[in-house]
Structure formats: C-alpha cells, structure tokens
C-alpha cells in the first residue's frame, strides 16, 4: 500500500476549509476539492454518540476512485475505528492498494492529524 499525499484538514462546521498538511505528490486542484468534499460528507455519517468527535476521510485511488470512511465509536472506545482505517479497510477488501491522497476532516477549527494507530 502506497500513500503518495497527504491532506490533513479540519474545520468548523461551515467554515472555511484549512488544509494544513501537504505532502509529496501534488494534486491537481480538482482532485484536491473533490478529496476534501469526500471528506466532509463521510464526516457526516460518522457515528460518534460517545467521543462526539467526528471524523472524515477519503482516501484518492490511482485510477482515480474516491473512498470514504467515518469514525465509528464503541462505548469501549478501544474498540473505536478512526475514519482513516475505515476508509482503508474498504478499499483494501475492494482489490485498492495504492492511492495517492488522504484527506481527513473533523469539526475543530485546527488541524488534526490521522490518529495514534495511523500515524
Ligand atoms: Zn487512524
């Protein structure tokens, strides 16, 4: 599995967006937005009535496909699976090893990285 880039983003619920990480491979601007739109709608979906921090990713595919992953809580909280993992897990039961972006999003106003397991 290949992760070329890396978009950390975060922002307030409506605010603007405010990509604070960028690494290696550059995206064109469309794949940029579209990256962070998916993140923002898999946030949506998150299911968080424990942490109430929920969190978004998209991961962006070398063909060029999109996937999706939220933050799923358990009352255990160990047992929690952060969006990225969520996004990852779908693509690699999908045949998708390689991408090129991850975009993760939460509704803090400053950055957030991928979480301790991921990092
Ligand atoms: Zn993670």
Request: hydrophobic share 50%; net charge neutral; glycine share 6%.
């Amino acid at each position: 599995m290949v992760i070329l880039a890396v978009l950390i983003l975060s922002s307030m619920a409506g605010a603007t967006w405010l990509p604070c990480s960028f690494f290696a491979m550059s995206l064109s601007s469309a794949e940029r937005n579209n990256l962070i739109k998916a993140a923002f709608e898999a946030k949506d979906k998150a299911y968080s009535p424990y942490s109430h921090f929920p969190v978004g990713a998209a991961l962006l595919a070398l063909d060029g496909a999109i996937i999706q992953g939220c933050s799923v809580d358990n009352a255990s909280y160990a047992d929690t699976i952060c969006a990225e993992r969520v996004a990852i897990v779908k693509a690699v039961s999908d045949g998708i090893t390689n991408f090129r972006g991850l975009a993760i999003t939460s509704n803090l106003f400053s950055a957030i990285s991928p979480c301790g397991l991921c990092r």
